[in-house]
């Protein structure tokens, strides 16, 4: 045989062995994993989890072993699962706690769904890490829904979602395009929503999406309703917004821009662009000079458009400008309620000056604070009492605060109760920040929705579709008692004024400063109707 023969066999033999190997290890490697069905993908662990996996995060390992214990206690009965989507893994730890009070929230209204009105089905929960700002969220969306479609998994909600992102946007696109219903329970960008229509009659972007929390539209107006009713009419405003493609800063800038102004004109917007939401980059250097801008304005209001890191930077920067007897209040989102966690000793300082005096006062639409209702019940009473000479009959207190004031004490039960047996969250519940009250009340909507679908047997799961379609039914005598206010939905399934817990960070006099509550604020100007009826007229 001829040599060039011999070397041409020698080769095609050398590829097709080189080509059985990469098949083989292609066919036979396992994927780099981190436990039973999560992936490792870019050093993350992705999936969807419901046996107490932890993601690599020590301050959620208890309570993801609370809410596996609570998923093998009803095994054996009629259940539906609900993921709970959101980030799970952080090297941050402020952003490890805020994971663990969502959390805390969920193991606790799973607890009270499961113990609540009707018949089962009982939920089965899950936790679904789409990776950090959602990134991951196409493999995690991809197990949704083949267990959406699964007779064992019956999944038939998805919750969570705590970032206004595209990429969120993405996934609950994705996920409502296929019938998954989902309830956004912290999410407050414009963007994730439906549009109602008078009517009822409009097509829906997201079919089968609720949501709990008002849109950055609504707490704006709510802030300047609030603002208004304290006699701000002299006090001139400028706007400071992230210029940074983020759906949470882009909706809240324009919500801003759009309170007309009752005094007289302050000076044009002024922008910075940061990194990241979790990254300060050179925004220190940026606030420096808008800072410096607005001290040679008149302006005294800030609204600040931006993520609850720059915010910290940009009220202790305004704090150092040397304006001489300038008290500032920056007014921001939803997004502010975890600053106070990431406020040190020495930044409580800087906010109240040297003479120990307030020099700049952060205030936001928070989207709950368990002071609300025993404060706003208090002043209730006194204008009753200025105008009457009796008692108000149970008719005639106003549902609006009894109600969640009720389901708050439900809640503050249910963490005693839990205590009491002794399980483990990793920490008592901190309702202060709003997170473990908001995630509570999306779990118990989802079991209120879960029981009115539950038609015939209860061995019979409701239909993913059925569920979804309960969102725009819960209103009026089917609203839900909300710890963070009465939540009646549209027919966008959007809450329908739900209030705004108007918070201020308070820097004292010394020590750490607090998060005082200093009232309500209602989108449409006015408190819920009797009932929470929604008026025909709503847009």
């Not at 064992?152 to 990429?167: H, I």
């Amino acid at each position: 045989m001829p040599r060039w023969k011999k070397i041409l066999y020698a080769l095609l033999i050398a590829g097709s062995v080189a080509a059985c190997a990469v098949f083989a290890w292609s066919h036979f490697r396992k994927p780099d994993t981190c436990a039973d069905g999560i992936e490792r993908i870019g050093g993350e662990c992705i999936g969807v989890d419901g046996e107490g996996y932890d993601f690599g995060t020590p301050e959620i390992r208890d309570v993801a072993r609370a809410i596996a214990r609570e998923n093998d206690r009803i095994e054996g009965q009629p259940y539906v699962t609900v993921a709970m989507m959101l980030p799970l893994q952080s090297e941050r730890a402020e952003l490890r706690r805020q994971m663990r009070s969502d959390l805390q929230g969920a193991y606790l209204g799973q607890r009270q769904a499961n113990a609540g009105e009707g018949e089962p089905p009982r939920i089965r929960l899950v936790l679904a890490n789409p990776g950090r700002n959602y990134g991951q969220h196409q493999h995690v969306v991809d197990t949704l829904l083949r267990m959406a479609d699964s007779s064992e998994d019956r999944l038939r909600a998805v919750t969570g979602f705590n970032l206004s992102l595209d990429a969120t946007e993405e996934a609950v696109e994705r996920l409502t395009e296929h019938e998954v219903p989902v309830l956004a329970s912290r999410i407050s960008g414009d963007g994730i929503a439906n549009r109602d229509s008078a009517d009822g009659m409009a097509k829906l972007r997201f079919p089968g999406l609720a949501r709990i929390l008002p849109t950055n539209h609504d707490a704006a107006q709510a802030l300047a309703n609030f603002n208004g009713e304290r006699g701000r009419e002299n006090a001139k405003t400028v706007l400071v917004y992230d210029k940074r493609s983020d759906a949470y800063n882009e909706s809240l800038a324009k919500a801003f821009s759009g309170i007309e102004e009752k005094g007289p004109p302050g000076p044009a917007a002024m922008s910075f662009e940061s990194p990241a939401i979790d990254e300060p980059g050179s925004t220190g250097n940026q606030f420096t000079q808008i800072t410096n801008n607005i001290c040679d304005s008149e302006a005294d209001i800030v609204y600040f458009a931006g993520r609850t890191l720059h915010l910290r930077i940009f009220a202790l920067k305004l704090a150092q400008v040397g304006c001489k007897d300038r008290h500032y209040t920056i007014v921001s989102g939803s997004d502010a309620a975890s600053l106070r966690q990431a406020m040190t000793a020495k930044d409580w300082e800087q906010l109240r000056g040297e003479d120990g005096h307030a020099k700049v006062t952060v205030q936001y639409a928070a989207p709950a604070h368990p002071d609300a209702w025993n404060a706003e019940l208090a002043r209730w009473n006194e204008r009753w009492d200025a105008e009457h000479d009796r008692e108000p009959t149970k008719e005639e207190l106003p549902q609006y605060l009894t109600e969640p004031k009720a389901a708050l004490a439900t809640l503050e039960k249910r963490i005693e109760s839990t205590r009491s047996e002794g399980v483990r969250l990793g920490s008592d519940p901190n309702l202060e920040d709003s997170r473990t009250m908001l995630v509570y009340d999306g779990l118990v909507t989802i079991g209120k929705a879960l029981h009115q679908a539950q038609q015939g047997s209860a061995e019979t799961a409701p239909g993913r579709e059925d569920v979804g379609r309960q969102w725009s039914l819960l209103q009026s005598r089917h609203r839900v008692q909300g710890t963070s206010g009465l939540i009646c939905l549209t027919s966008g399934g959007n809450p329908y004024d739900k209030p705004a817990a108007v918070v201020e960070l308070d820097p004292g006099r010394e020590g750490h400063g607090k998060l005082k509550f200093v009232g309500l604020g209602w989108p449409t100007g006015r408190e819920q109707p009797k009932n929470c009826v929604i008026p025909s007229s709503t847009p």
